[in-house]
T-cell receptor, first 112, second 111 residues
Framework: GEDVEQSLFLSVREGDSSVINCTYT??????LYWYKQEPGAGLQLLTY?????DMKQDQRLTVLLNKKDKHLSLRIADTQTGDSAIYFC????????????FGKGTRLSVIA | DADVTQTPRNRITKTGKRIMLECSQT?????MYWYRQDPGLGLQLIYY???????NKGEISDGYSVSRQAQAKFSLSLESAIPNQTALYFC??????????FGPGTRLTVL
């Protein structure tokens, strides 16, 4: 079945850029999402990208998609302590007939 | 008011007890989901429902059952709780585009 892989931990210094990586196996993936989970809370959608796009930028967030390598990344510029959270990558197909497939999440720790 | 609500938010129970977790949504979405979250394992899908008459097993449905009482309500039951069902449980909803909206979670502890 489909699989989404992420590294489990990332630690960066405040003010640096963070890059969280994700790989997926389903070549028919059409929508790819990044969710953020703050401590004690549910997941919230951060951003998403369609598979016909290479890049999407939204303020401090940049999503890069390499469809050939099935690789997705989330770059957070000027990382702040408030960015400390777990970040989940997820994918779905154009049919939408199956639920999202989530990665296990990357825990980002920001050091002041 | 929150779009997706879960009750209770915290529950401690004993092995063998029957437990029901409830989820309600005001987003008007047809699709609803139940996940459990364990440290280092991410989210695991328990059950999902694409409309009121539709129920599907997820990857870890054993030991759980669900009921879709209405478009807005989807409940999860543990018929006989066991300690390894101690986890954080999330309900989510989505429209046809599958973008999911999550509830705040229920922390369940089975002693």
């Amino acid at each position: 079945g489909e699989d989404v892989e992420q590294s489990l931990f990332l630690s960066v210094r405040e003010g640096d850029s963070s890059v969280i990586n994700c790989t997926y196996t389903d070549s028919s993936s059409t929508y790819l999402y990044w969710y953020k989970q703050e401590p004690g809370a549910g997941l919230q959608l951060l951003t998403y990208i369609f598979s016909n796009m290479d890049m999407k930028q939204d303020q401090r967030l940049t999503v890069l998609l390499n469809k050939k390598d099935k690789h997705l990344s989330l770059r957070i510029a000027d990382t702040q302590t408030g960015d400390s959270a777990i970040y989940f990558c997820a994918e779905t197909t154009i049919s939408g007939n199956t639920p999202l497939v989530f990665g296990k999440g990357t825990r980002l720790s920001v050091i002041a | 008011d929150a779009d997706v609500t879960q009750t209770p938010r915290n529950r401690i129970t004993k092995t063998g007890k029957r437990i029901m977790l409830e989820c309600s949504q005001t987003k008007g979405h047809d699709r609803m989901y139940w996940y459990r979250q364990d440290p280092g394992l991410g989210l695991q899908l328990i059950y999902y429902s694409f409309d009121v008459k539709d129920i599907n097993k997820g990857e870890i449905s054993d030991g759980y059952s669900v009921s879709r009482q209405a478009q807005a309500k989807f409940s999860l039951s543990l018929e006989s709780a066991i300690p390894n069902q101690t986890a954080l449980y999330f309900c989510a909803t989505s429209d046809l585009d599958n973008e999911q909206f999550f509830g705040p979670g229920t922390r369940l502890t089975v002693l």
